[in-house]
């Protein structure tokens, strides 16, 4: 009896909850299968900076422009998971010197406003910042909880009607007698049995595992997993996001989490986003580069080392000269796959654009004029998602 369309989200990370969000505003059906937890894969293990768009606006400005805007909105929308705490660029020797005119540059082109500090302005906010830098600026970056702004997202969705069932493993999608991909097996990991999901659309949203979904069925593979390393100290030595002043590098990022500080990341590639090697070199590399922005986390106890995988999508060339944006596969177009969409790439911070132009393109396959409302819609509590 129900004339609504309906729309099988694969992974509840950020895309899936953001995207679970937005369609479920949009009036659609929304059932989300997800193989582990909510934010169980790379969301619920990422650094958490939200990203003001400094990090990329010499190198990738079009990654840049992206989160200076959706940074702005996720800091109105979910206030509740944010510290709006600022970040500073640091400047350690003549070489990070030298970027700052390419800085300043990709700051004002991209409309980042940015202050510069001196070393003495910069120390006096930050007190245990390396004493001999050398320049600082200030940007508007944030830290975000990865927990609570995944849940946040899906408890809105389903204040709206959208399903969520974890441990919900997709083992195969099906095509129906016209060839279009409508249906799917999934593994419950609670019961062991197997069920069937039948919708009109369904979105993989599985980031770096979405060449395994899209294997499934022939289509494209879309992503290259592209892990980093993370390590956490037990002490909140600062409290705005440091930043290394040069271009996107391994741990040029500190950034405060609750009562720690965080270093990340490094990056290298693997075939396999459920095995991820943490090693003691790479390790030891993210603690000399946290030291060298502060000293002071010599003497702090190690927390914990983990990692996670890049959704990073494949354009040409390796590692971090990939684009940070997103892209949404239309299987039809691309494969001769009609009723199958991928999501990936991106980062945390453009969670609800990338949700907005992929529920665009499921709208007008759907044939559904319902615009985008995620911009004005404060999420509910994280909390909320349990009750
Ligand atoms: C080391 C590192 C640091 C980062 N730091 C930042 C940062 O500071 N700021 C920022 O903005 N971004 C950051 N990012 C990027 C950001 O974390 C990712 O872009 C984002 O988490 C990807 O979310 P997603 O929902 O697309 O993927 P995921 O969170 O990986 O979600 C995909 C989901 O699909 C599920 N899944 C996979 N296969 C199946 C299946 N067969 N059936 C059912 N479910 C399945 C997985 O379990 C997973 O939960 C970082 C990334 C990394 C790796």
Known sequence: MNSRPSILIIGAGFTGCALAHDLSLRGVNVTVLERGEIASGTSGRTHGLLHSGARYCVTDPEAAIECITESRILSQIAAQCIEYNGGLFVALNDQDLAYSAAFEQGAQATGIPIERLSPQQALQREPNLNPNLLAAYTVPDGTFDPLRLALAFAATARQNGAVFLTHHEVQALHADGQGRITKLTAWNRHTGQQQTFTADLIISATGAWAGQIAAMVGASTVVKPTPGIMVAYNQRLVHHAINRLCPPDDGD??????????????????????????????????????????????????????????????????????????????????????GLITITGGKATTCRIMAEKTADLACQKLGLSAPCRTKDVPLRSYRLYYS
């Not at 609750?258 to 030891?284: K, L």
């Not at 946290?290 to 003497?299: H, K």
């Open 253 to 338: 990022i500190l950034i405060p989490q609750r009562r720690m500080v965080v270093i990340g990341t490094t990056s290298f590639e693997v075939e396999n986003p459920d095995y991820i090697p943490i090693t003691a070199e790479q390790t030891e590399q993210m603690q000399r580069a946290a030291e060298a922005l502060v000293p002071a986390i010599a003497n702090t106890q190690r927390r914990g080392v983990y990692m996670s995988a890049r959704p990073l999508i494949v354009s040409g060339s390796s590692g971090r000269s990939l684009s940070r944006t997103f892209k949404c596969y239309d299987h039809e177009a691309l494969d001769g796959l009609p």
